[in-house]
């Protein structure tokens, strides 16, 4: 069967993540999607919530990166949090991960600058 995928999409906190100072000091807004790719026609068959992934436990994951550890690029963030998930949810073959952050210090105006990172089961 082909792969499904679930998604859970523009996750927003408030965390400390960046290389100047003033980043993280103040702090900024930070936004994850997280698409999960594997076989959950048995959840769909059963409506069972532990036939599938949990995305409860999923964003409590994400969150927990996001708010209590610290990291100067959103790309160490974005990779830390792909690697947790596909480690920690055996039904996923592949999970994608977005990291957007919000009015980066560029020298301009710039909505977001976003990280993309794919990870896959081997």
Known sequence: MKDQCI????AT???YHGVLTNEQVSGGK???DVEMFGD??????SDRLKETVDYQ???RSIKELVIE????LIESLGTQ????????FSLLN???????KHTPQVGGVVDFVEFETERVRV
């Open 69 to 72: 550890k610290r990291f100067y």
């Open 57 to 59: 436990k999923v964003y």
């Open 94 to 100: 592949r999970v994608v991960v977005r990291v957007r």
């Open 30 to 32: 930070f936004e994850v």
């Open 40 to 45: 959950f026609s048995r959840a769909a068959q």
């Open 7 to 10: 998604r859970l999409n523009n």
């Open 13 to 15: 906190f408030y965390a």
């Open 81 to 88: 949090i792909a690697e947790s998930i596909l480690n920690n």
